[in-house]
Nanobody
Framework: QVQLVESGGGLVQAGGSLRLSCTGS????????IGWFRQTPENEREFVAA????????TSASSVKGRFTISRDNAENTVYLQMNSLKPEDTAVYYC??????????????????WGQGTQVTVSS
């Protein structure tokens, strides 16, 4: 199995940027598709973006398209989520998750087997 740790969250003003990192250990990262999700106390866990194991296939939610970019460095066992033009509605706990690498990228949280502890992102207006 793989262990995941998120970092990079914090407080930022609307229009600002943050870069989240998800670092894995325990198994080679290249074996896994990695997804980012977010959750607020009021809402269910929401898909944000995901990368296939080789980084060649990526997908993102329509709410973040054009603002958030997912990328990965398998040599560093790390996946990044670059978040630009942040809005107050982006405020949430952000989680990364892993599932065995396959060509199809999953968007449902139940399709991911391993999860990090989450990192808080707060965007002030």
């Amino acid at each position: 199995q793989v262990q995941l740790v998120e970092s990079g969250g914090g407080l930022v003003q609307a229009g600002g940027s943050l870069r989240l990192s998800c670092t894995g250990s325990g198994q080679p990262f290249r074996n896994y598709n990695i997804g980012w999700f977010r959750q607020t106390p009021e809402n269910e866990r929401e898909f944000v973006a995901a990368s296939a194991w080789n980084g060649f296939s990526i997908t993102s939610a329509s709410s973040v398209k054009g603002r958030f970019t997912i990328s990965r460095d398998n040599a560093e066992n790390t996946v990044y989520l670059q978040m630009n033009s942040l809005k107050p509605e982006d405020t949430a706990v952000y989680y990364c998750a892993a599932t065995i690498g396959r060509a199809t990228i999953a968007r449902l949280s139940q399709e991911y087997s391993y999860w990090g502890q989450g990192t808080q992102v707060t965007v002030s207006s």
